[in-house]
Every structure is written in structure tokens, then in C-alpha cells.
Nanobody, 122 residues
Framework: QVQLEESGGGLVQAGGSLRLSCAAS???????MGWFRQALGKEREFVGY????????HYADFVKGRFTISRDNAKNTAYLQMNSLQPEDTAVYYC????????????????WGQGTQVTVSS
């Protein structure tokens, strides 16, 4: 079991940066972590993934080198560093924990945070 709580969202101008945190309680280090986002009126979409040790990462194509996922198992926290943000990145961002076979499939993550709003103004 793991409980997740995101923080770090907010309003930023286009071209700016934000770092989201996902604080976990429970057996954090035994789970892979995924980041997803959901814009208003759209389906939840995969942003990126990091395995339990932090050695392996995988990103959605739209990230294009702008976002970086990391984790600190000693602090039970995962991070999503977002640079060069654009208005189309506006969404609620969620972290999720699980042991997915398909990293991009939200159904394969069993634990979710409540989400944090990111708004990018033009």
C-alpha cells in the first residue's frame, strides 16, 4: 500500500519551469512511478515513467526533452521537473505508483495522488 500526494503546481508563464513533487507513504521504493496529466475535457495521458530504482525512465513524445522524472527513495518522493512550459501543458498532473507492464497505461497503476493543477499562460 502507498499513499501519494502531489505538490508544486501553479501558474507560470510560457517558457517557465515548475518542479512537481509526489510525496509517498508506505512501500514507495518497491513501486515504479508514473506521471500523467489531464487537460479539461480531455482524457488522461501519459507523461513519463521511472522504475523503482530510478535507473530507467520513459517519456511521452510530446515531452521532447523538456521534462525530467527522478526519485529519491530515501525521501519517499518522486519529482517531475518541467522546463520550457507551453500553454498546451496546462492540465492537472497526477503521480501514480504501480508495477505496470505497459508504462503508458494508467489502468496498470494501482495508486494515485489527488493531482495538482499546472496552468501555463501565453
Amino acid at each position: 500500500q502507498v499513499q501519494l500526494e502531489e505538490s508544486g503546481g501553479g501558474l507560470v508563464q510560457a517558457g517557465g519551469s515548475l518542479r512537481l513533487s509526489c510525496a509517498a507513504s508506505g512501500t514507495f521504493s518497491s513501486y515504479a512511478m508514473g506521471w500523467f496529466r489531464q487537460a479539461l475535457g480531455k482524457e488522461r495521458e501519459f507523461v513519463g515513467y521511472i522504475n523503482w530504482s530510478g535507473v530507467s525512465t520513459h517519456y511521452a513524445d510530446f515531452v521532447k526533452g523538456r521534462f525530467t522524472i527522478s526519485r529519491d527513495n530515501a525521501k519517499n518522493t518522486a519529482y517531475l521537473q518541467m522546463n520550457s512550459l507551453q500553454p498546451e501543458d496546462t492540465a492537472v498532473y497526477y503521480c501514480a505508483a504501480g508495477r505496470p507492464n505497459i508504462h503508458t497505461n494508467p489502468l496498470q497503476y494501482g495508486y494515485w495522488g489527488q493531482g495538482t493543477q499546472v496552468t501555463v499562460s501565453s
